[in-house]
C-alpha cells in the first residue's frame, strides 16, 4: 500500500471513530439502542461473509452458531465467570467454534444444494435442543450483567461498534494472506485450490470455523444487548433471513455487513412508525436478494464498483511493459533456480479404472530434468487421466517419483507443494482475485515486482493489478501457464495450454516454454493437440493410446513410427 | 413400538410426497425448492380463511390449492424469467429468499396467531392396537404412492417429461434446439403448488397450525429426498416413509421425544456422508 494510501485510510478511520461518539453522544436512547441493533446484526452478517461471501459455502445455520455464543455467555454470567462480556465475548466466539468445525465436516464432501439442506437441518436441530432446553439463568430470571464501563447504552453501542471494526479489519488482514485468497480460490475451484498447494478440507474448516467465531460474537453482544435472550431470537427463520441479507447487501465486505444491519433496523423502525406489519421487511430482504442474484453480486459489490469508476486520485499504474528496465535484460543477475534433478517425474506401472473401464494400463513415463516432455495421444487416448493421475486428483495404481521423492499415496496439495504443479483444461483461474494476488498465492513463495515483470513480460502484457474477471480466456490460461512455473516447481504438467489460443499467442507460448527451464529450474510436461507447438518446444514426445504407451523418442522419429500414424493421426500405412 | 409405527405412518407418507415433489423438481427444473413447503402452508391459510368467511369446506379446499398453484407457478415465472440459465446452488439459493417472502406475506395475511384447521379426514379409518388412524393417514400414503408412480411416467413415459429433463440438465441448448420451454416449467412449477397445497391440507390439521414450523417441514422432505440422492424416485418415497416410521417411534419414548426432530437429521447426516464419501472434488474432472 502507498503512505498516501494508508494516510487516507486512517484518517477515514479516524473520522469515522469521531462521527461514532458524536452519534453515541447526541442521539437518544431509543436510537442509540436501534443503531447497538444493527451494529450487532453487522457482525452476524460479516460471519456470513466469510463463509457465504468469500468462499461460496452456502450456511443456512449461522443463527445457530450466533445461539452458541448467547448461550455461552449467559452461561458464564450465571457462573458469574470474572471479567464480565469482556472475557465471556471471546470465550463465547470460541464456544461455537468446535459447532462450526463439525457443521464443515459435512462440507468435505456435500457442496451446493446438499450443504444448503444439510446446513438449513442443522439450524432446525439447534433450535429444537434450545427450545427444549431454555437458556441458563431465564428460569431463574437472571440477566445477562454488563461490567463497569458498558453499562450505559451509549457505551455498550460503543463497545459493539469497537467489536465490529475488530472484526472487519482482522478479516480484511485475513483477507490478504494465503488463507483469505484460498477461501476466494475454494469458491471457485476446489481443483485449482489444490493443484496451488492448498489443502481443500483447512481451506473449507478454516471458512467455518471463523465464520462461526464471528457468529458466537455477534450472539454474546445480543445476549449484552438484550440482557435476556430466548430461542426465538436465533431459529432457522432469522439463519434464513441473515442469508438473504447477506446476499442483498454484499456481506464478504464490512460496509455491505454495516449496510446490511442498518437497512434492517431501519427498515423495521419505519414499518413501526407507519404501523405496517414487521413482516414487510423479510419480503423487502426477499426481494433484494433476488435482484442481487440476478445481478451476481450484492449492494456492496455495486458501490465499490461505483467508486472505482470515480476519477478520484487515480495515478497511473506503472505497467511492466512500459518499464523495460524491470525486464530480465540481465539474467545473471536474477536469483539462480534451484539445481535441475537428472530425473524430474519418474511413473512406472501407472494405472486408472473407472469402475469396469480401464482409462490407463501400466503407463511407465519419464521426464528428465529441465527439459520440456511432450504427452500427445487422440481423444479419450487417457492423457487426462494421466494428469489427473500423477497430480493427485485420481487414485491410480503404480507408483509416481517426484525427483527421487515417493509421492504415490500423497494428495494433491501436498504433490503441488513438493513440486509437482499443473494446469487445467477447464478454466479454473479465480475470477476475483488480481493478477498479483493470484500469481503470488500460486507461487507460494515471496515474489517481486521484477520477478512478476519477469515472468510475464514476453508472455502476456498485463498490469499486476488487472483483475482476472476482466481477461479473455486465452489470457487466462496463459497467466495460469505463468502462476505454475513461478512457483518454480520440478515439474509443471500443462493440460493442453494452447487449447483456445491464437496462432501468435501459441507461438509466443512456444518460445516462452523454450526458455521456462532455464528461468524457472522446472522441467515441463505438455499435453497438446497442437503438434506443431510440440515439435517446437519438446526434446522427446510420448504418445499414448487406449491408455497405454504407444511409442516413445524424439518429437521427428515418434511421429515418422507408422502405428503413431495409424493410431494419431488416422492415415493409413501404406507401407 | 406398534403405536409409534403406526402414528407415523401419516408423518412418513407427508415426507415422502413432499420428498418426492422435490425429488421431480429437482429433476425437472434443476432447483431443490425449498419453498415447496411453505407453498403449501399458504393454501392451507387461503382455505382457512375462506371457511370461516362461511364457504363450504370443499370450494374453499380447492381454493387453497388453486392459491398454491398459482403461488409457485409466480415463483417459477421468476426463476424461468432470470435464472434460467443459473446453476442448481443459485436456483436454490432464489428458492430459499421465495421461502423468506412467502412465510413473511402469510404471517402479514393471515396473523400470527394459531387458528383451528378444519380436517377433512378426521374421522376414524381402523383402529390397530389401540391407534386410531384417521383417514388423512391412507390417504397421505395414497397421494405419495400416486405422485410417486405419476412423476415416473411423467418422466419415462411422456415427450413433455424428455424436453423438461434437457431442459433442466442444458437450458440453453434446450432453448437452441427450439424447445420452448418456458411454458411447460412453469406449468410444472404450479402442478407441485397445487400438489404440495394438497398435501399440506390434510396433514396440517394434525401437525400444527403455525405457518414456520409448517414450512420447516421441507427439513424432513429435504431429509427424504436426499435419501433418493434428490434423483431417485424410489429412494425419496422410502427415505420418507422410514423417517415418519422412526419418528413416530421416537415420539414414543420419553427421554427420546423432545428429539425426535434432530434424530433423523442425524441419520440422513452420516447416510449423505456415507454415499458421498468418494466425492472428494467438486468437478467431475
Known amino acids: ?575 | 413400538m406398534l403405536q409409534g409405527l403406526l402414528s407415523g405412518l401419516a408423518a412418513g407418507g407427508t415426507f415422502a410426497a413432499l420428498g418426492l415433489l422435490l425429488t421431480a423438481m429437482y429433476r425437472l427444473t434443476a432447483t431443490v425448492n425449498l419453498a415447496v413447503a411453505a407453498i403449501g402452508v399458504a393454501g392451507v391459510y387461503v382455505m382457512a380463511a375462506l371457511t370461516e368467511s362461511g364457504l363450504p369446506y370443499g370450494v374453499a379446499a380447492a381454493a387453497g390449492v388453486a392459491a398454491g398453484a398459482l403461488l409457485s407457478a409466480g415463483c417459477g415465472a421468476v426463476m424461468v424469467r432470470w435464472f434460467a440459465a443459473g446453476d442448481a446452488q443459485t436456483r436454490t439459493a432464489v428458492s430459499i429468499a421465495q421461502l423468506i417472502g412467502i412465510i413473511a406475506l402469510a404471517y402479514i395475511l393471515f396473523g400470527d396467531t394459531p387458528r383451528v384447521l378444519p380436517n377433512p379426514a378426521s374421522g376414524a379409518a381402523a383402529e390397530l392396537a389401540g391407534v386410531v388412524i384417521t383417514w388423512a393417514t391412507p390417504a397421505l400414503l395414497a397421494l405419495a404412492a400416486l405422485l410417486g408412480g405419476g412423476t415416473h411416467l411423467l418422466l419415462t413415459r411422456t415427450p413433455l417429461g424428455l424436453r423438461l429433463r434437457a431442459m433442466a440438465e442444458r437450458p440453453v441448448t434446450t432453448e437452441l434446439l427450439g424447445i420452448g420451454t418456458r411454458r411447460p416449467a412453469v406449468v410444472l412449477w404450479a402442478a407441485t403448488g397445487g400438489l404440495a397445497a394438497l398435501v399440506l391440507l390434510l396433514v396440517a390439521p394434525v401437525r400444527s397450525s403455525d405457518i414456520l414450523s409448517l414450512s420447516m417441514l421441507i427439513v424432513p422432505a429435504c431429509a427424504a429426498a436426499l435419501v433418493g440422492g434428490l434423483t431417485r424416485l424410489s429412494g425419496a418415497l422410502l427415505g420418507g416413509l422410514a423417517l415418519g416410521l422412526l419418528e413416530g417411534v421416537l415420539a414414543g419414548s420419553a427421554a427420546l421425544r423432545e428429539y425426535r426432530d434432530a434424530v433423523p437429521f442425524a441419520a440422513i447426516l452420516l447416510i449423505l456422508m456415507w454415499t458421498r464419501r468418494r466425492e472428494v472434488w467438486d468437478a467431475a474432472r
Open chain 1, 1 to 575: 500500500m502507498r503512505p498516501a494510501d494508508r494516510l487516507v485510510r486512517a484518517g477515514l478511520a479516524a473520522a469515522g471513530a469521531l462521527l461514532l461518539y458524536g452519534v453515541a453522544a447526541t442521539l437518544p436512547a431509543y436510537w442509540v439502542f436501534l443503531a447497538t441493533s444493527a451494529v450487532v446484526s453487522g457482525v452476524l452478517l460479516q460471519s456470513l461473509g466469510v463463509v457465504a461471501g468469500r468462499a461460496g459455502l452456502v450456511s443456512l445455520c449461522q443463527a445457530a452458531f450466533a445461539a452458541i455464543g448467547a448461550w455461552t455467555t449467559a452461561q458464564l454470567n450465571v457462573w458469574a465467570v470474572p471479567g464480565g462480556l469482556w472475557v465471556w465475548l471471546p470465550l463465547a466466539g470460541l464456544a461455537a467454534v468446535p459447532l462450526g468445525v463439525l457443521v464443515g465436516l459435512p462440507a468435505l464432501r456435500l457442496r451446493g444444494v446438499h450443504l444448503a439442506i444439510v446446513t438449513l437441518g442443522f439450524a432446525a436441530t439447534v433450535d429444537v435442543v434450545l427450545a427444549t432446553s431454555s437458556f441458563p439463568g431465564v428460569a431463574q430470571g437472571l440477566t445477562v450483567g454488563r461490567p463497569a464501563g458498558l453499562a450505559a447504552e451509549r457505551q455498550y453501542f460503543l463497545f459493539c461498534c469497537g467489536v465490529f471494526a475488530l472484526v472487519a479489519v482482522a478479516l480484511a488482514v485475513v483477507g490478504r494472506t494465503r488463507l483469505g485468497i484460498s477461501w476466494r480460490v475454494l469458491r471457485e475451484s476446489e481443483r485449482a485450490t489444490a493443484a496451488a498447494g492448498t489443502g481443500v478440507p483447512g481451506a473449507k474448516l478454516s471458512a467455518f470455523a471463523v465464520s462461526a467465531f464471528v457468529a458466537g460474537l455477534s450472539g454474546a453482544l445480543l445476549a449484552g444487548q438484550l440482557a435476556m435472550v430466548v430461542s426465538r431470537n436465533f431459529d432457522p427463520g432469522q439463519s434464513l433471513t441473515a442469508y438473504a441479507v447477506a446476499v442483498m447487501a454484499g456481506a464478504h465486505h464490512a460496509e455491505g455487513a454495516l449496510l446490511g444491519g442498518a437497512l434492517g433496523v431501519l427498515i423495521s423502525e419505519l414499518l413501526r412508525r407507519f404501523e405496517i406489519p414487521q413482516q414487510w421487511a423479510n419480503v423487502v430482504f426477499a426481494v433484494g436478494a433476488l435482484q442481487a442474484f440476478t445481478q451476481g453480486s450484492g449492494l456492496s459489490d455495486a458501490l465499490r464498483a461505483r467508486l472505482r469508476r470515480l476519477p478520484l486520485r487515480r495515478l497511473p499504474l506503472p505497467r511492466p511493459s512500459e518499464t523495460p528496465s524491470t525486464a530480465p535484460s540481465s539474467p545473471d543477475q536474477a536469483p539462480l533456480p534451484p539445481p535441475q534433478p537428472a530425473t524430474a517425474l519418474q511413473v512406472s506401472g501407472l494405472g486408472v479404472r473407472f469402475g469396469q473401464v480401464t482409462a490407463l494400463h501400466q503407463v511407465t513415463l519419464t521426464v528428465p530434468g529441465g527439459t520440456v516432455h511432450g504427452l500427445v495421444g487422440p481423444n479419450g487416448a487417457g492423457k487426462s487421466s494421466l494428469v489427473d493421475a500423477i497430480t493427485g486428483f485420481v487414485p491410480c495404481t503404480g507408483t509416481v517419483f517426484l525427483s527421487g521423492t515417493d509421492l504415490t499415496t500423497a494428495p494433491a496439495h501436498r504433490r503441488a507443494r513438493a513440486g509437482l504443479r499443473r494446469t487445467f483444461q477447464q478454466d479454473r483461474v479465480p475470477t476475483t482475485l488480481t493478477v498479483e494476488e493470484y500469481l503470488r498465492f500460486t507461487a507460494r513463495r515471496h515474489l517481486t515486482h521484477e520477478d512478476l515483470a519477469e515472468a510475464l513480460h514476453d508472455l502476456v502484457d498485463l498490469p499486476p493489478t488487472h483483475r482476472i474477471e476482466e481477461l479473455d480466456t486465452g489470457t487466462r490460461r496463459l497467466l495460469e501457464v505463468a502462476g505454475a512455473l513461478l512457483a518454480r516447481p520440478v515439474l509443471a504438467v500443462l493440460d493442453e495450454p494452447a487449447a483456445g489460443l491464437g496462432q501468435a499467442e501459441t507461438e509466443r507460448l512456444g518460445a516462452w516454454l523454450n526458455t521456462a527451464p532455464a528461468r524457472f529450474g522446472a522441467a515441463v510436461l505438455l499435453i497438446e493437440h497442437d503438434l506443431d507447438l510440440v515439435r517446437a518446444t519438446c526434446e522427446r514426445v510420448t504418445v499414448l493410446d487406449f491408455g497405454t504407451v504407444l511409442a516413445e523418442g524424439p518429437p521427428a522419429e515418434v511421429f515418422a513410427t507408422p502405428e503413431v500414424l495409424r493410431a494419431y493421426l488416422g492415415e493409413e500405412v501404406t507401407a
